[in-house]
C-alpha cells in the first residue's frame, strides 16, 4: 500500500513538473514570441489540470508556480518600469455554472444588494496609461505584472488613445488599463503583406498586436491600424463610487471606453448579457473572446479584495474558438515565390469570426493525409492557434459516395517540373527556383514590395512586364525604358514618369532592405537586417563560408545553408553585379551610429530641456557610440540633465550614486575623445558631417 501511494505521489509530481514546463513554453510562445502553438483553449486545459493537482496536493505548490503568477511579456529591448497597481489576469471559466458560482459568492461576502458590469473581453495585450496633469505620461506593457515595459512611443502612434485629455476635472494623475488590439481589417491587410513578403504571418490578432506593440520602429506601429478601449481607472482619492461612474466620466475625457457594457443585477442578467454576446460578437470588427463580469461599486470591489493573481471582484466567462462548417469544393496547388507548393481549400462560403471565409490552409499533403480530406466532404474550419483560417477536421458523418480523394501532384502546377521535397522538409517544393513563371513573378514582386526596395508597382504590372518579355530579373526593371513602359495597356506619361521616379529613387533604399529584396529563401526582413550589420557589404557576405555566416546571431544552419546555395548560383552573382550597376546600395553606410566611439560603453538617461531638441541630444549620443536609455538604473553611466530634470530621475541618480552631468560637460566629453559634439542632422560642418549629409 505504501509502496503504491509513493508511486502515485512521484506521478503526480512528476506530471506537476511537465505542466509547469509546458505552461512556461507556452507563455514564452504567447507574450514573448507573440507566436503561440496551442489554442487558448488547450492552454486553459492545461492550467486547470495544474490548478486541480495542486488543490489535491497543496504540498506541492510552489511560489513560482504558473499558478500563482501572471505570465511575463518582458522585453529586453525596452526599459521596464514597476506598476503602481499590480497587474493582475482574470480566473477564467468556460462553464456558466461557475459564472452562478462566482455571483453567488458575491452575494454571501458582501451580504447587501449591489451590481454587476457586464462587459466585452476585448482579446488583445493589456496596455496601462498614465495620464499627469491631462498628457499621456507613460505607457507600460503588463509585462509579469510587477514590472512592465515602457511602450510610451510606440502608444502614441496608436490613433485612438489620446495624447491629451479633453474638458476638465480630470484627476492631477490617474491610470487607466484596457486593451490594446488589432481589428479584423487591418490584420487581414497585415497577414496578407506578411505572405506576400514571406514573412511568418501572425496567427491570430491577438499575437499580431501584441507583436506591433513591441516593435523597435515606433513609427512602423502607425501602419498597423492598432485600436485601443480603456476598462479599469486606477487612482489615489478618486471621485467615483462605481466603476461605471468611472469609465463614464473616462469617456467624457476623450478616452475610448467601450458602449457594450451593461448594468446588471442579478445572474439572469448576465446570462441574457453571455447569450447575446455570444451571437452579437460575430458581426463586431474586431475580437472578443469572452464576457467580463465585474462587481460595479468600488467600494464593495475593496471589500473583496484580491488573491495573489486575480481580483474577486471579477471573473471571465471566455467562449470557445469559433468554428464552422462547410463544403470543401475544390484544392488548388498555388506555388509561392520561393517554390513552396501549398493546398488552398476553396470552401462553400461560411461566416466566422465577423469573417466570409471562403479559403483555408490545408498547409501540406501530410496534413491532407492526417485529415483524411476528401473533395466534396462536410469540413470545420476554425481561426486558431495557426495561420488563419485552417481546416481543424472533417465530419465524417456526412460524407457522401461522390466525395473524392486529392491528389497531390507530382508536378509544378505552373511549369511542370517534377517536385522535390528535402528531409525534414513537410512542403514540396518546385526546383526551377530561376524558371518557373510564378516563381520569378512572385520574386519581382517581393522585389519591389514596400519593405523591399519599395518601387510603387502592382502584380499586374509585374504581370505585363513579365509577359512582354520586358523584366526576367530585378536589374531588368532597372533598364526600362520610358517608350517600353508606353507600350503597356493604360500606362500614359505621368504613369511611365512615376514609376520610373519611384525606380530612381529605390536606388537609395538601405543595403538591408536590399539583401531583403533579393529573396534569399528563409531571409526574411530582420535577418537580412542582420546579415547587412554584420557583413557590412555584399561582398564580405558572400565570400563568407559556414563557419562565419553561423557565427552571425540568429543565424542557423537553415539559413546559413540557403544563403551558400544562393550565391553559388553563377547567376545569382551575376544578377548581383548587375544591380550594383544598377547604382544600388550593397553595403551599409556609416549610419549616425557610427561616426564616432567616443561614447561606447556609456549609457545615458536624458531628463529636461537642452539648447538642441531631445532627440538631437539622444542622437549624438548613439551617433558617438553610445547607448540611451529612459530610465536611470545601476546600468546607467550618466544621467545628463539639462534644464527642469525630473525630479525622481535626480534622486534615482543620487541614491544610485550615478554622476549627473549638463549639457556642456557632454559636450566636452564628446570632443575630448575625438567625437563629433555638434548637431548630427545639422548643417555640414566639419568632415563628419558632410559623410553623413552624402546619404
Ligand atoms: S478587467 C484586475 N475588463 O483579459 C483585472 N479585462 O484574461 C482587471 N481583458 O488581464 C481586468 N477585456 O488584459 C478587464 N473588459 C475587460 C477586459 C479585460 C479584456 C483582458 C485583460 C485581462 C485579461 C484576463
Known sequence: ????????????????????????????????????????????????????????????????????????????????????????????????????????????????????????????????????????????TRGDGTVGDDVTE??????????????????????????????????????????????????????????????????????????????????????????EEALEAAAGWGLPVSDKRRICRDISGIEEYINYWDTARKALPFATDGIVIKVNELAYQKELGYTAKFPRWAVAYKFKAEQALTRLLSIDYQVGRTGAVTPVANLEPVLLSGTTVKRASLHNSDQMQALDIRIGDYVYVEKGGEIIPKITGVELSRRGPDTEIPVFPEKCPDCGTPLVRDEGEARFFCPNTDGCPTQIKGKLVHF????????????????QLFNLGYVKTPADLYSLTREQLLSLEGWKDRSAARFLDSLDASRKTEFGHVLFALGIRYVGETTAKSLAHHFKDIDTLMAADRE???????????????????????????????????????????????????????????????????????????????????????????????????????????SLGIEIIGEDRFREMISEKGGQAGNIDGNPSDDNAVQLSLF
Open 154 to 243: 510606440n502608444v502614441r502612434h496608436i490613433s485612438n488613445i489620446p495624447q491629451e485629455l479633453h474638458g476638465t476635472g480630470f484627476p492631477a494623475e490617474f491610470e487607466i488599463r484596457g486593451e490594446i488590439y488589432m481589428p479584423y481589417k487591418a490584420f487581414d491587410r497585415l497577414n496578407e503583406e506578411r505572405l506576400r513578403d514571406e514573412d511568418q504571418p501572425f496567427a491570430n490578432p491577438r499575437n499580431a498586436a501584441s507583436g506591433s506593440l513591441k516593435l523597435i520602429n515606433p513609427r512602423e506601429v502607425s501602419h498597423r491600424g492598432l485600436e485601443c478601449t480603456l476598462y479599469h481607472v486606477l487612482g489615489e482619492n478618486l471621485p467615483f463610487a462605481t466603476h
Open 548 to 654: 562565419t555566416l553561423l557565427s552571425v546571431e540568429d543565424i542557423g544552419e537553415v539559413i546559413a545553408d540557403s544563403i551558400l546555395e544562393y550565391f553559388s548560383k553563377p547567376a545569382h552573382r551575376e544578377e548581383v553585379e548587375r544591380l550594383k550597376k544598377a547604382g544600388l546600395r550593397f553595403s551599409e553606410d556609416q549610419g549616425p551610429e557610427t561616426i564616432s566611439s567616443a561614447l561606447e560603453g556609456l549609457t545615458f538617461v536624458i531628463t529636461g530641456n537642452f539648447s538642441i531638441s531631445r532627440d538631437e541630444i539622444k542622437k549624438m549620443i548613439s551617433g558617438n557610440g553610445g547607448k540611451n536609455s529612459s530610465s536611470v538604473s545601476g546600468r546607467t553611466s550618466y544621467l545628463l540633465a539639462g534644464e527642469k530634470p525630473g525630479p525622481e530621475k535626480i534622486r534615482k541618480a543620487g
Open 1 to 140: 500500500m505504501l509502496e503504491l501511494h509513493k508511486v502515485d505521489i512521484n506521478d503526480i509530481k512528476k506530471r506537476i513538473n511537465e505542466l509547469r514546463a509546458s505552461i512556461a513554453e507556452n507563455n514564452r510562445r504567447y507574450y514573448v514570441e507573440s507566436a503561440p502553438v496551442i489554442s487558448d483553449y488547450e492552454f486553459d486545459m492545461l492550467m486547470n489540470e495544474l490548478a486541480a493537482l495542486e488543490k489535491a496536493h497543496p504540498e506541492l505548490v510552489t511560489p513560482d508556480s504558473p499558478t500563482q503568477k501572471v505570465g511575463s511579456d518582458l522585453r529586453r529591448e525596452f526599459d521596464q518600469y514597476p506598476h503602481r497597481y499590480p497587474m493582475l489576469s482574470l480566473g477564467n471559466t468556460y462553464d456558466m455554472s461557475e459564472v452562478e458560482a462566482f455571483a453567488d459568492r458575491a452575494v454571501r461576502s458582501l451580504g447587501t444588494s449591489f451590481t454587476f458590469c457586464c462587459e466585452l473581453k476585448f482579446d488583445g495585450t493589456a496596455i496601462c496609461l498614465t495620464y499627469r496633469d491631462g498628457k499621456l505620461f507613460r505607457a507600460l
Open 448 to 463: 519591389i514590395s514596400r519593405k523591399a526596395m519599395n518601387v510603387i508597382a502592382g502584380d499586374a504590372t509585374i504581370d
